[in-house]
């Protein structure tokens, strides 16, 4: 009898060694992939961050300097316009396309910019129009699973057999936790990516269009120096001058007023839509430059 009872008790301890040095690794494991998984997702973070911090800041001095001196220029105008009661010249205007509502629009977008940009610190931007500065903020990496690896893991080899059994079943379920981390920190990668990759988009046009938006607007205020806000009055190359940094600006807004992203944190569709005007308009720009 005490033979196999000495048997037996070897066997129970391979059994229940076994169970502990798999446990053991499901929890190396688990810790190693929500690890790089962590990891993986704060690179893309740090970079769409970077990204997106540059394309607020061209946003609000874009908005801030010339489309506030051409939409301060273009109010002057209506006003002349109508301080005179001339319907006509308003008329004309609507005919050559401008448009009263997309100025009023930049104006609130450009009163909105200036506050932001006189601010000590911007935090946050609650308005989706200049929503590209910490567009996803810093709580974006809490996704609700960590790993913890289990601390003195040899403390297992004091335990009974059921209490094995226990801990290789929760490190098992560990492990599937953390594959389950891993494919969302892959689609958060995804995401973060593409924001970035359109962020940079982003970036080059609005640079692109605000070398072409600084002449305008200054051939602009020198035309209003030399001949006032009587627009109506105007040769044709001066209301062409007028209207081509009015195409531009629009251009500007539009871009800048596409949110990135939707409610649910995917990608807006229109945000590709609006690329590609400002795309098209650069390439107009370009030939007629």
């Keep these: 009898m005490i033979p196999l009872l000495i048997g037996g008790a070897v066997l129970w301890g391979l059994d229940t060694n076994e169970k502990i040095n798999r446990a053991n690794s499901f929890n190396a494991q688990a810790a190693a992939i929500a690890e790089k998984s962590k990891n993986d997702v704060e690179a893309v973070n740090n970079n769409m961050n970077k990204t997106l911090e540059r394309l607020g800041k061209i946003e609000l001095e874009i908005m801030s300097n010339n489309v506030e001196k051409f939409v301060s220029l273009m109010s002057s105008i209506y006003e002349d316009f109508e301080f005179r009661r001339n319907l006509s010249g308003l008329e004309k205007l609507e005919q050559m396309g401008f448009r009263r509502k997309v100025i009023e629009e930049l104006q609130a977008m450009t009163t909105k910019a200036v506050e932001l940009g006189s601010a000590p610190e911007i935090k946050e931007i609650g308005n989706a129009s200049f929503g590209a500065v910490g567009l996803l903020g810093a709580g974006a990496l809490s996704i609700g699973f960590e790993v913890i690896a289990a601390p003195a893991m040899l403390l297992y080899t004091m335990m009974k057999s059921d209490e094995a059994s226990a801990a290789f079943y929760e490190a098992k379920t ?111 720009l370009k030939d007629v430059n």
């Design 174 to 284: 560990r492990l599937d936790e953390a594959y389950l981390y891993e494919q969302r920190c892959l689609n958060l990668c995804a995401l973060f990516d593409a924001i970035n990759t359109r962020g940079r988009m982003l970036n080059n046009l609005l640079n692109d269009l605000n070398s072409y938006l600084t002449p305008a607007v200054n051939n602009m205020s020198e035309i209003v120096s030399r001949l006032g806000y009587g627009l109506d009055d105007y040769p044709e190359r001066e209301y062409l001058g007028m209207y081509y940094a009015y195409q531009i600006t629009n251009t500007v807004k539009i871009i800048i007023e596409t949110p990135v992203v939707q409610n649910d944190w995917s990608i807006n569709p229109a945000l590709d839509n609006s690329i590609r005007i400002g795309q098209k308009n650069v390439a107009l």
